[in-house]
C-alpha cells in the first residue's frame, strides 16, 4: 500500500505562497494519479487539485489559477504550488490518490492570516 507523508505547510499572510510536498512510498506512486485535498475545521474534506500519471492536471473553479500541481518522478514526490493565498485557504492539506481511496497521512496545516 502506497504511502503519503505532506510536508510544507505553515503560517502565511495574505497573498503569499507556499509550495507543499508529498512524498510517496512504492515503485507504483509514480504511475497513480494522485490529488491534493484539504480540510477546513467544520467542513468537508475536498479535492484542491490531481495529476495523472502521464503529467495531466485538473483543479476546481475555485482554485483554478492560484494552485499548480506537479510531480517529480524521479524523486517519488507530487508537489502543489498555492499562490495568492487567502484566508479561505487555511486547511489541513493531505495528499492520497486521486480518487481519495488510499490512506490518509498526518497532512500539513497552512494558515493564511495577517
Known amino acids: 500500500q502506497v504511502q503519503f507523508v505532506e510536508s510544507g505547510g505553515g503560517l502565511v499572510q495574505p497573498g503569499g505562497s507556499l509550495r507543499l510536498s508529498c512524498a510517496g512510498s512504492?515503485?507504483?506512486?509514480?504511475?497513480?494519479?494522485i490529488g491534493w485535498f484539504r480540510q477546513a475545521p467544520g467542513k468537508q474534506r475536498e479535492l484542491v487539485a490531481s495529476?495523472?500519471?502521464?503529467?495531466?492536471?485538473n483543479y476546481p473553479d475555485s482554485v483554478k489559477g492560484r494552485f499548480t500541481i506537479s510531480r517529480d518522478k524521479a524523486k517519488n514526490m507530487v508537489y502543489l504550488q498555492i499562490d495568492g493565498l487567502k484566508p479561505e485557504d487555511t486547511a489541513a492539506y493531505f495528499c492520497?490518490?486521486?480518487?481519495?481511496?488510499?490512506?490518509w497521512g498526518q497532512g500539513t496545516q497552512v494558515t493564511v492570516s495577517s
Open positions: 492520497n490518490h486521486a480518487s481519495g481511496s488510499g490512506h
Open positions: 512504492g515503485n507504483i506512486f509514480n504511475f497513480l494519479a
Open positions: 495529476i495523472t500519471g502521464a503529467g495531466s492536471t
